[in-house]
Nanobody, 120 residues
Framework: QVQLVESGGGLVQAGGSLRLSCAAS????????MRWYRQAPGNQRELVAA???????NYADSVKGRFTISRDNAKNTVYLQMNSLKPEDTGVYYC??????????????WGQGTQVTVSS
């Protein structure tokens, strides 16, 4: 399928910024939707943002106006620019991609996750 490598997490003070990256390996699949999820301790994994191959993006209400998702199709990479971070943004951030192939069908793949910690 495809391997996803995430980077960019870390510790930041409230009000600060981080930029996450998720690079997908070369694949015979087409990469359709690319998404960022996050999971805080004790909580379910939630969708943060998604972007189609054409560049249409949508966001969770909790991050609208603060986070920006983008992608570089030539590099098979998706980014998440996170500004005005809040302690409630703390969690493990996961990259997810939707793959498709004319003969092999549709499937998904997950990254290993990167920790984001926002201190108050």
């Amino acid at each position: 399928q495809v391997q996803l490598v995430e980077s960019g997490g870390g510790l930041v003070q409230a009000g600060g910024s981080l930029r996450l990256s998720c690079a997908a390996s070369q694949t015979i699949y087409s990469i359709n939707v690319m998404r960022w999820y996050r999971q805080a301790p004790g909580n379910q994994r939630e969708l943060v943002a998604a972007i189609t191959s054409g560049g249409s993006a949508n966001y969770a209400d909790s991050v609208k106006g603060r986070f920006t998702i983008s992608r570089d199709n030539a590099k098979n990479t998706v980014y998440l620019q996170m500004n005005s971070l809040k302690p409630e943004d703390t969690g493990v951030y996961y990259c997810n991609v939707e793959l498709s192939h004319a003969f092999l069908g549709v499937r998904g793949s997950w990254g290993q996750g990167t920790q984001v910690t926002v201190s108050s």
